[in-house]
């Protein structure tokens, strides 16, 4: 018995006019004018899209394991073997270079020889902004 393609056939073209009108709207729109002056509004310095509420909330997941003051004293790592170095350890922080503490974050502590608890985040591969902002956030506990 030969089946009956036409159902199926017909639904996706019955799609067809939805995924045009989907492609066109944002154009219409002028694309990334998201960023453009509103007339009449005095242009903001640079237009931030809030990078350090991006960054702020981005550290509140490494908080978990490594401690809102970054003492390694998160209540995630409590079971953790090994437990996270306090980031505040002076010696820790000249030894290593910030490219090894992006490295850290974005693949994780398998790939720099460290505990595999220590996640990967691909996420921030491509939001150098928010990766340059944890590190600052990781430099910053230095000797506190
Ligand atoms: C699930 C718990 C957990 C989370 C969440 C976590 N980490 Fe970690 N992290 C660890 C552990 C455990 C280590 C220690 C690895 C070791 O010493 O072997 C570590 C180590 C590190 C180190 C030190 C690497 C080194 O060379 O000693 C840095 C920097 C770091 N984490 C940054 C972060 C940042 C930034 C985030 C958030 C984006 C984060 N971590 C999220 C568990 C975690």
Do not use: Y
């Amino acid at each position: 018995m030969v089946p009956d393609r036409e159902p199926p056939m017909a639904n996706k073209l019955r799609n067809v006019p939805f995924l045009l009108v989907a492609l066109t709207v944002p154009s219409c729109g002028g694309g990334d004018d998201l960023d453009a002056p509103i007339p009449g509004m005095p242009p903001v310095a640079s237009a931030p899209k809030d990078l350090d509420g991006q960054v702020k909330v981005a550290f509140e997941a490494c908080a978990v394991c490594h401690g809102t003051s970054g003492h390694g004293d998160g209540p995630g790592a409590a079971s953790l073997n090994p437990k996270p170095r306090t980031f505040a350890d002076v010696a820790w922080q000249d030894a290593v270079t910030d490219e090894h503490i992006q490295k850290t974050i974005v693949f994780g502590g398998a790939a720099v020889g460290k505990s595999p608890m220590m996640p990967a985040n691909p996420q921030f591969k491509d939001q150098k902004d928010v990766l340059a902002g944890l590190v600052k956030i990781v430099r910053g506990f230095k000797g506190k």
